[in-house]
């Protein structure tokens, strides 16, 4: 697929994905694997596919062009959903020199344990590849990893951002105008937050130190979902505004219950928070039976959340301790926090999770709220009046 000029797509898109990283990241979507390859005095090949589609990914290169004919490849970053097709196209190529960052030598060695000709890059360093065009490269330290970095193709004025301004999304448009954009705003966001947020403070450095760097912006390419062609600055902005500690006027109730008295609670005190402040949307989601990246994406947009579990064995359920622990590895940032919970003898688990949440680098707006045994009419009026100072503060 023709991307402008002299570049095409030479990736795979991969309807049937269902989960990324292990089990880490769920792609109701699928997702897409971009490779480029550029077509110049030299031809460049930018970037690989995952393992499971590398075979693939080879035969369809040596049909169009034959392998021998790629003069140079641009490791953009050594994650295997990314690098995967390496060893594969190595094996038919092994003299090719690949361009990467120092780190991403380190990394691509660890993984494939290959002595391949890598030609280590620094930001600013240029590759000539005739016709009067160039390859810059830009380090992209730990978006997300320490070996990612970006590709610019002077004179097309496309940016090969790799994971940076990507979504888990397969479409064979493959271009930011031709998709359904409510679909796209929502795999963007999901991202952000699920892969990003730990990263806020370095995206808006970065972002500015591209811009410094007066590069016209054409397109950006990158390495997951559509390209951006139409305005692609919109999505730097929105990284922008996604780093400054995102909030939206919401607050997210996320509760685990065993006989439902959790369940009670929440639907109470999410009553007492429209009550105080009918402008909150307020979003409730039983962490058990709902996908945790989707969750992610709902603590991400809000400003406060309200975390509840029934005590079990002195503790908090598991469904509850997993996402727990996922949220305090995003290192969310400016968010206020609250818990809630039933219990029937001994009640620990709302002063658990009051740690954690502290922990996470929540401000806990309260001591929480206990409610012994399944909620009566009076404890009833305790969660409402609850959530209503939830909605006041
Ligand atoms: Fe899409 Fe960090 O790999």
Redesign the pocket.
Known sequence: MNVKNNVEWVGKVDWELRKFHGNEYSTHRGSTYNSYLVSEGKTVLIDTVWKPYAREFVENLEKKIGLDKIDVIVAN?A?P??SGGLPELMRHIPETPIYCTENGVKSLKGQYHQDWDFRPVKTGDRLDLGNGKEIIFVEMKML??PDSMASYLTKDDILFSN?AF?QHYASEFMFNDLVDQAELTAECIKYYANILTPFSPLVEKKIAEVLSLNLPIDIIAP??GVIWRENPIQIVEKYLAWARDYRENQVTILYDTMWDGTRIMAENIALGIGREDATLNVKLFNIAKSDRNDIITEVFKSRLILVGSPTIGKGITSATAGILEEIEGLRFRNKKAAAFGCYGWSGEAVAKLNAILEKSGFQLVNQGLKCLWNPDGESIRRCIAFGGEIGRS
């Open positions: 970053h994650e959903d990314h997300h990893w994971d990507g390495s997951h």
